[in-house]
């Protein structure tokens, strides 16, 4: 019958632990496993005894009753280290013979803090139940007595399980990422863009040796980890994928290739990245001469100057005496209209009681329209678009487009599959010059207003909330690109240390040391605070529209000059063909020889040096 122990004490065992599935291994007779079957059913347990079951019972939380003592127990636990299966989904009853548990002569088994296994040690008159784990595999077992119980009384105790929280002190392995392979950098505040999250997690790493009472020796890499072709990883996760270390003291991205072969702790840092960006004026967007009133504001100011207009022409064509000194026609009542709607008045002043009152009204009106929108004009001038929604937008914009230089922006940029990402990246980042820079760079040509600039954003906040003026801070646009998961300390595959690691790292979180580093190392954005308060500097592209109307009143203008010269010059003509038909072809000869360039050029030597004669 082996080391095995009586019906109810394995029964009892595991209904204590809340296990209802397990596998029995051991070399008892047919007829003994029958009897136990039939027990073991009886009370509510689902029982296996073939050896084929232990491969699927990964996903589950199982029990394993084996004995040691069977000659195929070592090949089972040798197999079952191997694959890590001494973890606390599976619940492991190993029996023994003998008092001590040395006894048992257990091989180099991977049972760390995480497992949950017990040894059970038959004698002649009592069974000992012993808790088993080891800190490392480099160290020894460490057990503790459970409870013994009489092989008469067969009943089995329910005990709390002794607390694996204190590794006295021993020394685990782990490695962490710093570019220069300098340890010192871990402790700098002022560490270089690249090193600041493996920066950022090294004080997490400090507190949970301190929670776990263990001492740590670290290693360096100079990268996180990329999968080569053929499967197998460089750099930190490379490291932990031999289980050359314990666990990772940096924080690395939850990616899901990275997961067949690390497990990850907590994620509590997030990663966050994206486009950041100066919104573009609204002046350089729209005419802002137009945006003070609405539609219908202009329309009723419109009605208004009609109405104006109609009234000056009936009282100057219905008076009996002169309305305006001097006198005036429709087109100066239209330049009345106009000029004092301009704020600019006339040379016409009107004498009549009606044509006072109606200037009076619409000089009123005017002021009124001229103040609020002057003042509309002043907070236009200050204001920023909000023309960048997506990135689509962005990827039609002006705005070229610089990237952070780190590990992972090219690598998500290249495995994108949404379409505006791709669009992105081949209309603004791939083969153009100097695309990718570092933070301090990439913030300066951001600064200039013809850039984006993707990076991470609390980088980035950094350096603006150190090189900006207030009112620059003011404006800042933001576009997510892509998603990236948060940060997680990462422990070899199906590591004995998972679980106990993630309870410290929470504690940290919960009692808010967590928050406490990230408000030291990770800057928030920029609040504006003295938007409009400024020296505000008008350009030539805020006064674009203004100067186009002067231009294009300009040229208006002197066409109508040159067209009134001409219908002056031919009415002449016309009236001196009929007075002096002889005199008409001298007078057009002078004329066109007035006008030629030769004379113009004699004009002006004349007007330089009036000691030139000409003729």
């Not at 009592?126 to 409870?147: G, N």
């Not at 907590?266 to 609204?282: A, C, N, R």
């Not at 240390?497 to 920029?526: N, Y």
Request: hydrophobic share 40%.
């Amino acid at each position: 019958m082996g080391a095995l122990l009586p019906y109810s004490m394995i029964a009892q065992y595991f209904l204590n632990v809340d296990i209802s599935s397990i596998i029995i291994i051991s070399c008892c007779s047919i007829s003994y496993q029958a009897q136990l079957l039939k027990h073991l059913s009886g009370r509510g347990l689902s029982v296996s005894w073939t050896i084929d079951h232990l491969s699927q019972l990964e996903a589950r939380r199982s029990g394993i009753a084996l004995d040691v003592t069977c000659n195929q127990s070592n090949q089972i636990l040798e197999d079952m280290s191997l694959r890590k299966m001494f973890g606390l989904e599976m619940e492991w009853l190993l029996m023994g013979e003998g008092e001590m548990p040395e006894e048992a002569e257990l091989d180099d088994l991977y049972i760390l803090p995480g497992s949950s296994a017990v040894l059970s040690m038959s004698s002649s008159t009592s069974v000992f139940f012993y808790d088993m784990y080891r800190i490392t595999r480099r160290l020894p077992y460490k057990f503790t007595l459970l409870a013994e119980v009489g092989l008469v009384e067969e009943v089995v105790p329910k005990w709390k399980r002794p607390s694996r929280v204190d590794y006295e002190r021993n020394l685990l392995t782990t490695v962490s990422v710093i570019h220069s392979l300098d340890r010192s950098k871990l402790t700098d505040p002022d560490v270089a863009e690249e090193d600041r999250w493996p920066a950022i997690h090294y004080p997490v790493v400090v507190n949970l040796a301190d929670q776990l009472n263990f001492r740590f020796d670290l290693r360096l890499e100079s990268v996180h980890g990329w999968k080569f072709p053929n499967g197998s990883f460089e750099g930190m996760i490379g490291v932990m994928e031999r289980e050359e270390v314990d666990f990772g003291a940096s924080g690395v991205i939850m990616r899901e290739d990275r997961r067949k072969h690390v497990d990850y702790t907590v994620d509590y840092f997030e990663f966050k990245t994206g486009i950041i960006f100066k919104q573009p004026s609204l002046s350089s967007v729209s005419n802002i001469y137009l945006l003070p009133f609405a539609r219908d504001v202009w329309a009723a100011c419109g009605a208004f100057l009609l109405i104006v207009l109609i009234i000056l022409c009936i009282a100057l064509w219905a008076s009996k005496t002169e309305t305006f000194t001097p006198p005036g026609n429709f087109l100066d009542m239209v330049n009345i209209v106009l000029g004092y709607f301009c704020q600019q008045g006339s040379n016409l002043a009107p004498v009549t009681i009606s044509g006072r009152i109606t200037v009076f009204v619409l000089s009123l009106a005017a002021l009124f329209l001229y103040t609020s929108y002057s003042a509309n004009i002043v907070a236009l001038l200050q204001s920023t678009s909000s023309v960048l929604k997506t990135l689509k937008d962005l990827s039609h914009s002006h705005l070229g487009l610089k990237v952070q230089i780190n590990e992972y922006h090219l690598g998500y940029f290249l495995e994108a599959v949404d379409q505006d990402v791709i669009t992105l990246y081949n209309r603004k980042v791939k083969n153009q010059p100097e695309t990718f820079v570092n933070g301090t760079r990439g913030v300066e040509f951001m600064r200039t207003g013809d850039f984006a600039f993707c990076v991470e954003f609390d980088l980035a906040y950094k350096q603006i909330s150190k090189t900006y003026q207030e009112e620059e801070k003011c404006g800042l646009g933001e576009m997510h690109l892509f998603f990236v998961p948060r940060l997680s300390i990462p422990v070899i595959k199906r590591s004995g240390h998972r679980d106990h690691f993630a309870r410290m790292i929470t504690w940290q979180w919960e009692s808010g040391m967590l928050d406490r580093i990230s408000r030291i190392w990770l800057a928030r954005r920029p609040r504006c605070e003295s938007k409009g308060a400024g020296y505000l500097k008008v350009g030539l592209k805020d006064f674009y529209p203004a100067l186009q109307v002067i231009i294009v009143g300009l040229i208006v203008s002197f066409c109508l000059y040159i067209g009134e010269l001409i219908a002056d010059r031919g009415l002449k003509v016309y009236k001196r063909r009929i007075d002096h038909p002889n005199h008409l072809l001298e007078e057009n000869l002078k004329f066109f020889r007035i006008m030629s360039f030769d004379s113009w050029k004699i004009l002006v030597k004349k007007l330089v040096d009036p000691k030139i004669n000409f003729k």
